[in-house]
């Protein structure tokens, strides 16, 4: 037996109304379902149609948060669901609003990618594996991210930002040997998300002269020094674990002989 709406009140909050049924209240609303159903004071109203109006006032309320959320920033599918989820278990309601939002391209993992490479691009530092793990963490398709990088992402592009980045790291490292300032700018590069091969190439890119007398003034620097050190030790055990010292810097067993032997001759 069908009821009859008595009463439609405003309530404080905008674009939200109290509906009474029979004198009674039975449910809230928002003006959203309001127009969309096109009630008014007078209509008659079922069971069914009332569990049908509170299903449309709870997917319109996610609705209404979920834009809320996506107000300042690209957010992925499942950002999106994850913050739905923390507001109701009506999962059927989030679909729904997942499926319009999408519709609406208001939520678009393909354009989220294109966005994110886009952005990590400008700030030329990190490389196409880190972008893709962080796309990864967020749940975006695989094939979403391949097209993004493969459009965006060249490997001459990611080679260009990997060489500006080795060149400031390596003319940060006053104190080491070339060769190991080599080896922690391609795992620095590495940790970026470069590729070896890129990372590799983009060391070798570097102009590399000025280490030729830096290197010598360094090797006898910490030569003097771990000769200091293990003073305590005669003869061929001070030999070693001098150059063992010098070697675990980075240098060449060649370059460690010739600062001994220069070492020996002051």
Do not use: C
């Not at 391949?146 to 990997?162: Q, R, T, V």
């Amino acid at each position: 037996m069908a009821s009859t709406i008595t009463k439609i009140e405003a309530q404080k909050r905008k674009g939200r109304y109290n509906v009474y049924v029979d004198g009674a209240y039975a449910f809230p609303i928002s003006e959203e379902v309001l127009i969309k159903y096109r009630i008014f004071k007078g209509m008659e109203i079922d069971e069914q149609t009332q569990e049908q109006l509170k299903q449309a006032d709870q997917v319109s309320k996610l609705y209404s948060r979920a834009i809320d959320f996506l107000a300042h920033n690209l957010r992925t599918e499942y950002e999106v669901r994850e913050k739905l989820l923390s507001l109701s278990e009506d999962e059927g309601a989030i679909d729904a609003v997942i499926e319009r939002l999408k519709d609406q391209q208001l939520v678009n993992d393909a354009r989220y990618a294109d966005s994110y490479v886009t952005t990590v691009i400008r700030a030329r530092k990190n490389g196409p594996a880190w972008i893709r793990n962080h796309l990864k963490t967020k749940r975006v398709p695989e094939n979403d991210i391949e097209n993004s990088l493969e459009k965006l992402f060249s490997d001459d592009l990611a080679l260009e930002i990997a060489s500006e980045s080795a060149e400031k790291n390596i003319k940060l490292k006053k104190n080491d040997s070339l060769k190991m300032v080599q080896n922690k700018t391609k795992n620095l590069l590495a940790q970026r998300g470069f590729s070896f091969e890129i990372a590799n190439e983009a060391v070798q890119s570097v102009d590399m002269s000025e280490f030729a007398d830096r290197d010598e003034a360094i090797i006898d620097r910490m030569a003097a020094r771990y000769d200091r050190k293990y003073s305590k030790y005669q003869g061929y055990e001070h030999e070693q674990r001098l150059k063992q010292a010098l070697y675990a810097k980075g240098f060449s067993m060649d370059d460690i002989q010739a600062a001994m032997d220069r070492l020996s001759e002051n």
